[in-house]
């Protein structure tokens, strides 16, 4: 969706929240080109902070898109919060329940109508040490599987400044650095038109979990750690082992 075709809330949740953000942060956005003008795309960002949504609603607006993020149905039920976060088009996930499936079948009308949604593999804030990227959650690679859609790798660095997890301090001094950075679409052409069995979908994850680390790792420097462990596969110590 284009900004021209923003609805009224839409464009309330901009005014509201944008210029907090232009504020509060110090900004270095790259990789915008990676993400298509137009056209349904999954992007998935890492998941450092409680602040994240906000940061990357904030680069993927700024790239000229609509973000649809994925929230806990709770959230939803919330008088007037719950209202606004429908008019503004997120979409509603029933964790852990048969109702799950339900939020699979929007997210794939949300890409067919050429939307962008935003799927932290992760789940959570990591608890990986260092805050780099835990072992990945296999929805976007099942998404990505049934629709085709491109996958955008997001990498944050910055907004465990504006709220830490690890401590839950929020810091409100404005100008706080943070940077994001898209990369080009992960290649998952070799799963193309395999069936969504269990090791197909973690061989994708795995895919789309190390190009995330890789790209964080150009922004913090130095080398990267080597991937999680899953059952009946090692630690892999090179990136170019797990490539």
């Known amino acids: 969706m284009t900004r021209r075709r923003l609805g009224f809330w839409q464009r309330f949740a901009v005014v509201l929240i944008k210029p907090v953000m232009t504020v509060w942060t110090r900004r270095t956005w790259r990789g915008m080109e990676h993400l298509p003008r137009t056209g349904g795309v999954i992007i998935v960002p890492n998941h450092i902070s409680h602040a994240d949504p906000l940061v990357s609603a904030h680069f993927v607006y700024d790239a000229g898109r609509w973000p649809r993020f994925l929230g806990k149905a709770s959230v939803f039920r919330v008088p007037v919060i719950g209202w606004i976060l429908h008019r503004c088009r997120q979409i509603p996930v029933e964790r852990g329940t048969a109702d799950a499936v339900k939020s699979l079948d929007t997210l794939i009308e949300a ?133």
């Open 111 to 243: 890409l067919a109508e050429g939307g962008a949604v935003v799927i932290y593999p992760e789940g959570t804030t990591t608890r990986e040490p260092g805050m780099w990227p835990m072992r990945g959650k296999t929805g976007a690679a099942r998404l990505a599987l049934t629709t085709g859609a491109p996958v955008v790798p997001v990498a944050m660095w910055g907004p465990e400044k504006i709220f830490d997890p690890r401590t839950a301090r929020l810091n409100p001094r404005p100008r706080i650095p943070v940077t994001v950075v898209a990369g080009p679409p992960v290649d998952l052409s070799r799963w193309a038109g395999a069936e969504p069995s269990r090791q197909v979908l973690e061989e994708m994850t795995d895919a789309i979990m190390l190009r995330l680390r890789d790209l964080l790792a150009e922004i913090r420097g130095g080398t990267p750690p080597p991937l999680w462990e899953r059952p009946g596969r090692g630690r892999e110590q090179r990136p170019e082992a797990a490539a």
